[in-house]
């Protein structure tokens, strides 16, 4: 899953990012509201994590913007104001969750997890697809009851694709949800990584097809049906 982060302070949103990066998330960061605008017009976020006191454009300024444009996008506001006042205007204009700082990353990463259960796949829990289970909390997967471990682009492209079971995913959204700004993205990766999770799905009765010039589907099958 890909997030936008909007923090002023280098320091912190690097701590954040290596911090949400080593559980699996794809982060982009911004330290201006501009640019973070610009962001979320060309970008595709499944959260938004966004500090308030930013420079050019401040974080509610750019919360009541996106909410006119996207009442889905999950927004958790970050910030040193911890007035009522504050957090009233914040949660009025749209944010889903607020946080203020100073906050330890463990409580951070707790509350984006539920936020996540609240705001996505209709409040389930655990998403499936034959045998294949994501638990949406822990951010894992089962197949057939036991844990599969995957390393984090793997993880990304699974999600991305049980996030829309039995629909065709292009491309450039498996980019979208893999890879942040920052980072070199190709085709012909994605399809290393597809090849590797075929190799891990092979001998159940889930399949990740191939529709050319389409994107990828993620659907059940009998077992011995060719990938």
Same mark, same amino acid.
């Given at each position: ?9 280098? &320091? ?51 919360? &009541? ?15 040193? $104001?911890?007035?009522? +006042?504050? $957090?009233?205007?914040?949660? +009025? ?19 984006? +997890? ?84 075929? $190799? ?22 009998? &077992?011995?049906?060719?990938?």
């Amino acid at each position: 899953m890909r997030t936008l982060l909007v923090e002023d302070h280098p &320091s912190l949103a690097e701590s954040i990012q290596r911090s949400l990066e080593a559980a699996g998330w794809r982060v982009d960061v911004m330290h201006d509201g501009v640019s973070a605008r610009t962001a979320l017009e060309t970008e595709s976020y499944a959260l938004l994590l966004l500090d308030i006191g930013l420079p050019e454009m401040d974080g509610f300024t750019l919360l &009541s913007w996106l909410r006119k444009r996207d009442t889905r996008l999950p927004v958790m506001l970050l910030t040193a $104001r911890g007035s009522i +006042n504050d $957090r009233v205007r914040g949660l +009025n204009l749209g944010a889903d969750d607020y946080l203020i700082k100073p906050f330890s990353l463990s409580e951070l990463q707790a509350r984006i +997890n539920a936020l996540i259960r609240r705001t996505r796949h209709d409040g389930q829990q655990i998403h499936r697809c034959g045998a294949l289970a994501f638990d949406i909390s822990a951010r894992s997967f089962t197949l057939h009851e036991q844990p599969l471990p995957l390393p984090p682009r793997e993880l990304a492209l699974l999600e991305a694709l049980m996030a829309r079971v039995g629909r065709t995913v292009s491309k450039e959204h498996l980019a979208a949800q893999m890879f942040s700004m920052e980072e070199d993205s190709s085709f012909d990766a994605i399809e290393v990584y597809v090849s590797r999770l075929r $190799r891990k799905l092979d001998g159940s009765d889930v399949r990740i097809v191939t529709f050319r010039g389409l994107g990828y589907q993620l659907e059940t099958s009998p &077992s011995d049906a060719p990938a």
